[in-house]
């Protein structure tokens, strides 16, 4: 991802970070641990590149090959 401007606030605020991140599947509260995100320091919106999506969709199905629905 090679974005250098935030795309929600318009702010030169974007850093690469890992993160774990805590999301509800299921209805269950999960933690998938060390995902990259891009992260703006400015207003805190997060960015997933095709990469992260990977790593959070594979962590997903690893925990239940049934699950669907992903809160991101």
């Known amino acids: 991802m ?3 401007t935030c795309p929600f606030c318009g702010k030169k605020t974007l ?3 890992n993160k774990n991140l805590t999301r509800t599947i299921d209805g269950k509260r999960i933690t998938i641990p060390d995902v990259e995100v891009l ?3 400015n207003c805190k ?3 997933f590149d095709s990469h992260a999506m990977s790593t959070i969709e594979a962590y997903v199905h ?3 090959p049934k699950s669907k629905k ?3």
């Open 39 to 41: 992260e703006c320091s």
């Open 45 to 47: 919106e997060k960015m």
């Open 15 to 17: 850093n690469k970070i």
């Open 62 to 64: 690893s925990l239940s």
């Open 70 to 72: 992903i809160q991101i």
């Open 2 to 4: 090679n974005i250098k």
